[in-house]
């Protein structure tokens, strides 16, 4: 089955800078690659998602890239605040009826 | 109620008890799934419902039975559960179509659960 690989665990930034979090993959079957981002007492929220037939995909402050070669995808933050302090999970998924592989979540501090 | 609502939030158990944690979808998906999350591991899928059939279940212990009455609602019953049980556990849904259709997946804020 597929094997989700997600760093760093954790993750600290000062206000202002970027945050990279990377994500590997081992099922060259899987084709769509979300999100997630967890704050404190919810359950997490997709908030970006990008699908095999693009390279790169940006929605306003978050831009998230894949390399289907080498099987990694990554989530880069530009401008982080603090409100952006959250656990944030890639996952992978072949599409369709099959399930998603979540990775182990990165917990990301954003300084003030 | 809009999107996915669980009840109930926290919950504390013995390992005699029988509980059940219930789930709400608002978004007219057609499948559902129970997660449990525990600290620094992978989200763990443990049950798929699809049009309130019941297509996965990942090795899951009996002491969990899952219960799902109509697409919007889903139930989790808890019976002799042990301590290392203890975690969130997460509802989610989504609208499976084509099977070129992706799999957006929407979570309920879960349930903490403490087994005692």
């Known amino acids: 089955g597929e094997n989700v690989e997600q760093h760093p665990s954790t993750l600290s930034v000062q206000e202002g800078d970027s945050a990279v979090i990377k994500c590997t993959y081992s099922?060259?079957?899987?084709?769509?690659f979300p999100w997630y981002k967890q704050e404190l007492g919810k359950g997490p929220q997709l908030i970006i998602d990008?699908?095999?037939?693009?390279g790169e995909k940006k929605d306003q402050r978050i831009a998230v890239t894949l390399n289907k070669t080498a099987k990694h995808f990554s989530l880069h933050i530009t401008e982080t605040q603090p409100e952006d302090s959250a656990v944030y999970f890639c996952?992978?998924?072949?599409?369709?009826?099959?399930?998603?592989?979540f990775g182990t979540g990165t917990k990301l501090q954003v300084i003030p | 109620e809009t999107g996915v609502t669980q009840t109930p939030r926290h919950l504390v158990m013995g390992m005699t008890n029988k509980k059940s944690l219930k789930c709400e979808q608002h978004?007219?998906?057609?499948?559902m799934y129970w997660y449990k999350q525990s600290a620094k591991k992978p989200l763990e899928l443990m049950f798929v419902?699809?049009?309130?059939?019941?297509?996965e279940n990942n090795s899951v212990p009996s002491r969990f039975s899952p219960e799902c009455p109509n697409s919007s609602h889903l139930f989790l019953h808890l019976h002799t559960l042990q301590p290392e049980d203890s975690a969130l556990y997460l509802c989610?849904?989504?609208?499976?179509?084509?099977?070129?259709?992706?799999?957006?997946?929407?979570f309920g804020p879960g349930t903490r659960l403490t087994v005692l």
């Open positions: 996952a992978a998924s072949p599409g369709g009826y099959q399930k998603v592989t």
């Open positions: 978004l007219g998906h057609n499948a």
């Open positions: 990008i699908r095999s037939n693009v």
């Open positions: 099922d060259s079957a899987s084709n769509y």
């Open positions: 989610a849904s989504s609208q499976l179509g084509q099977p070129t259709s992706y799999n957006e997946q929407f």
């Open positions: 419902y699809n049009f309130k059939e019941q297509t």
